[in-house]
């Protein structure tokens, strides 16, 4: 039996949008994805080898051009994050349109392995989901599919957002998983830092006054 991977968990804002839909189109959702995923480290891989012809042509008229080589090391970076930028009528592979996905925030308890969140909508054991979320502040945007393994209502609460869902993720682009888990580290570490400096400035204080 294959040994499941543990993961840590954070408290997080995302934008978040989800869609339950028929499990028997998940074969062919993640064949579809699959795909693109493969296009993708395709033109990853050719962007890498024009990335190194450029860096050495680069180099060779830094010295006689300077000017010139600032100029297309800027142009270049431009175009790079331009490439990371998706048009405005884009369709994801899960059939969200940009022009009608929310840009809310969302509050979730988010790891590698999926994702805890609040709904206005009761959803089944089981069920399964389509998931884009956009990570904060990179605006990292995932694209997975989920399956409810809990979700349960709080009585406590007045507000209509009162389902408590929790989704693991079936299928995720290894890539996006490992910006996931990058996110997470990074967010407690920032925590952590900052409870490190709340604590030195109350030790502070307290010698202020004792002094």
């Given amino acids: 039996m294959k040994e499941r991977r543990r993961f840590y968990r954070i408290d997080d804002s ?65 175009l790079c994050i331009l490439s990371q930028i998706e048009g405005p009528t884009t369709e994801s592979v899960l059939g969200l349109n940009a022009e009608s996905m929310d840009t809310e925030i969302h509050e979730v308890n988010l790891s590698g392995s999926g994702l805890a969140f609040s ?14 979320f956009a990570l904060l502040p990179e605006y990292y945007n995932v694209r997975a599919i989920g399956k409810v393994v809990d979700c349960r ?3 406590e609460t007045e507000s209509e957002i009162k389902y408590q869902v929790a989704v ?31 604590r030195e400035n109350e030790e502070i204080d307290l010698e202020a006054v004792a002094g």
């Fill in 14 to 78: 995302v934008i978040l949008n989800y869609m339950p839909f028929p499990e028997e189109e998940i074969d062919d959702t993640i064949s579809r994805m699959e795909m693109l995923d493969s296009q993708h480290k395709l033109l990853q891989n050719s962007l890498g080898s024009i990335e190194l012809r450029l860096d050495f042509l680069l180099q060779e008229i830094a010295e006689p051009l300077p000017e010139i080589a600032e100029a297309l090391k800027i142009i270049n970076r431009k």
């Fill in 119 to 132: 709904s206005p909508t009761s959803f089944s054991h089981g069920e399964t989901m389509d998931l884009e």
């Fill in 153 to 155: 209502e709080n009585h």
């Fill in 168 to 198: 693991d993720f079936i299928y995720l682009r290894e890539a996006d998983r490992e910006f996931i888990v990058a996110h997470i580290l990074k967010k407690q570490g920032e925590e952590l830092k900052s409870q490190r400096e709340s």
